[in-house]
């Protein structure tokens, strides 16, 4: 199904020249997965300490843009310049998963939204990456498929927060929208773990 991860490419080709001048001052993937993971847990404190100011709500698409940029840049080091490692792949699922947490959970305090929902979205979306990991091990390789992958649940958790800060969310909408999202995530575990399950069987 497609999904904003097919866009990844072209992101990298803009990155390239940057990648390649972190390589060269010695700047580590595992250092820069790290990074990523500490600027969203930064980000998700600021929102939770301060539940009654929307304003930190803005800064949610600022770090999942620079999140996503980081993600871009650990990759290639590793890649392009021969710093993959096995613990650089733990922690590159671990981080992810633990950045989502920082970045979803915190709108558990937004009253409009609703805890349960927020709760929920954030555990499916843990299952889809979990799904996705669990392709290396069913034979398939690492796997990526939506409809609703961390690219674009990034993107949907920008728009909430920007709107949610600007107060654009209708009360009769909003209690809907964490959970909307949930369903998404869960859908995308499906078909990851059917496309497995096919793989396997083949």
């Known amino acids: 199904m497609p999904t904003l991860y097919a ?12 990648v390649g001048k972190l390589a060269a001052m010695g700047v580590t993937a595992n250092t820069v997965t790290i990074l990523a993971a500490l600027l ?4 998700g404190t600021a929102i939770a300490a301060l539940p009654a100011w929307r304003a930190p709500l803005f800064l949610i698409p600022i770090v ?16 392009e310049h021969g710093q993959a490692s096995t613990l650089g792949m733990y922690l590159n699922e671990i981080c992810d998963v633990v950045s989502d947490l ?9 009253a409009q939204f609703g805890a349960r929902g927020v ?3 954030a555990i499916a979306a843990a299952l889809t990456e979990f799904a996705g990991v669990l392709g290396i091990a069913a034979g398939i390789g690492r796997n990526y498929a939506g409809p609703f992958g961390k690219s674009d649940r990034a993107l949907a958790l920008g728009v909430v927060a920007v709107l949610a800060a600007a107060s654009f969310w209708p ?16 859908l995308t575990a499906i078909n990851r773990i059917r496309a497995g399950l ?5």
Request: no cysteine.
């Open 7 to 18: 866009l990844k490419p072209a992101f990298q080709d803009r990155l390239r020249p940057l």
């Open 40 to 43: 969203s847990v930064a980000a």
């Open 64 to 79: 999942l843009f620079a999140r996503m940029a980081l993600n871009a840049i650990d990759g290639m080091l590793a890649r």
């Open 102 to 110: 920082a970045l979803i959970l915190p709108f558990a305090a937004v």
């Open 119 to 121: 709760v929920a979205f």
């Open 171 to 186: 009360a009769a909408i909003a209690p809907f929208v964490f959970p909307a999202m949930a369903t998404l995530s869960l």
């Open 198 to 202: 096919i793989g396997s069987a083949g």
